[in-house]
């Protein structure tokens, strides 16, 4: 494009401009001085314009309304996840409260079962079991510093646990009564046969040493005699299971199950050894 015409467009431009002025001047000073036609216009213009201003505000309001529908999603959501990890949080306190009630009540349950028996002692938890395999036996949670000492017996509100064999100074080992190494001495408490109970391992408990003349039935409940200065005297052991007697021997082979389920104990009474029963006791086979 040439010099000429670069001016030519401008000139154009300039010339339009100048014109464009003029006719908005005119339209001024008439409609000045005749205002109905202004209204007129004015009116053409608004109906032509209307709705275009009316899209935009309704685009205008859509996009409002997705927004603030966006935010509140948004709220909604963080809302939720705030809801579930308090929901989560209270149903764990209610888990913890029941598990703490239940320790409750098994520990009232030690601590009238001790004042009711007169036995005086420590309350333990227990935290395991033996881990080598080769003991039946638990540990527990109290030990020398609680004046826990090797051969003190283990007892529970429904019967004999079984005695102390090591202790450190915050556990100690339980030998339970249904290992092969424990024995108790015990009576038949309703016709007061004395035997030995001695562990069977899964199969509970046998009491060694009844001979055959001896009235021993099923059912009939085994306790301690004392004799054995371990265990109190007059704590359940366990009710006998059956009783077998073969041709050969001079015993019954009777069988007892412990009256304490050991496999799902979870607290136990540590009392000292008990004393000597006094001269005249019932104790033998009768």
């Given at each position: 494009?040439?010099?000429?015409?670069?001016?030519s467009v401008k000139g154009r431009v300039v010339v339009t401009a100048v014109g464009l002025l003029c006719i908005s001047l005119f339209l001024t000073a008439y409609s000045s001085k005749h205002p109905e036609v202004a209204r007129a216009g004015s009116a053409?213009?608004?109906?032509?314009?209307?709705?275009?201003?009316?899209?935009?505000?309704?685009?205008?309001?859509?996009?409002?309304?997705a927004w603030s529908g966006y935010l509140y999603l948004r709220?909604?959501?963080?809302?939720?996840?705030?809801?579930?990890?308090?929901?989560?949080?209270?149903?764990?306190?209610?888990?913890?409260l029941g598990e703490l009630s239940r320790e409750n009540a098994r520990l009232r349950a030690l601590l009238n079962f001790s004042q009711s028996s007169g036995l005086a002692g420590v309350a333990a938890s227990v935290i395991g079991a033996d881990a080598t395999g080769w003991v039946r036996g638990i540990v527990v949670n109290q030990g020398s510093t609680s004046g826990v000492t090797v051969g003190m017996a283990a007892v529970h509100p429904q019967g004999v646990?079984?005695?102390?064999i090591s202790v450190t100074p915050h556990s100690a080992r339980?030998?339970?009564i249904t290992d092969h190494s424990s024995?108790?001495?015990?009576?038949v408490q309703e016709t007061r046969v004395r035997g030995i109970i001695e562990g069977a391992g899964s199969s509970g408990c046998e009491l060694r040493?009844?001979?055959?003349?001896?009235?021993v039935k099923s059912g009939e409940l085994v306790v301690t005699s004392g004799f054995d200065r371990v265990y109190p005297k007059g704590l359940a052991i366990g009710r006998v299971s059956s009783v077998q007697s073969g041709d050969a021997g001079l015993f019954h082979a009777v069988?007892?199950?412990?009256?304490?389920?050991?496999?799902?104990?979870?607290?136990?009474?540590?009392?000292?050894?008990?004393?000597?029963?006094a001269n005249g006791a019932q104790g033998g086979q009768s």
């Open positions: 494009m040439g010099i000429s015409d670069r001016f053409v213009i608004s109906e032509i314009t209307a709705p275009v201003g009316r899209a935009v505000a309704s685009v205008r309001a859509g996009a409002r309304s709220g909604v959501a963080a809302e939720n996840d705030s809801l579930r990890l308090e929901l989560g949080k209270i149903r764990g306190e209610v888990l913890a646990v079984g005695q102390v339980v030998l339970l024995s108790v001495d015990a009576l040493y009844v001979t055959k003349d001896a009235p069988r007892v199950k412990p009256a304490v389920d050991l496999q799902r104990l979870e607290e136990v009474l540590l009392v000292s050894a008990a004393p000597a029963p």
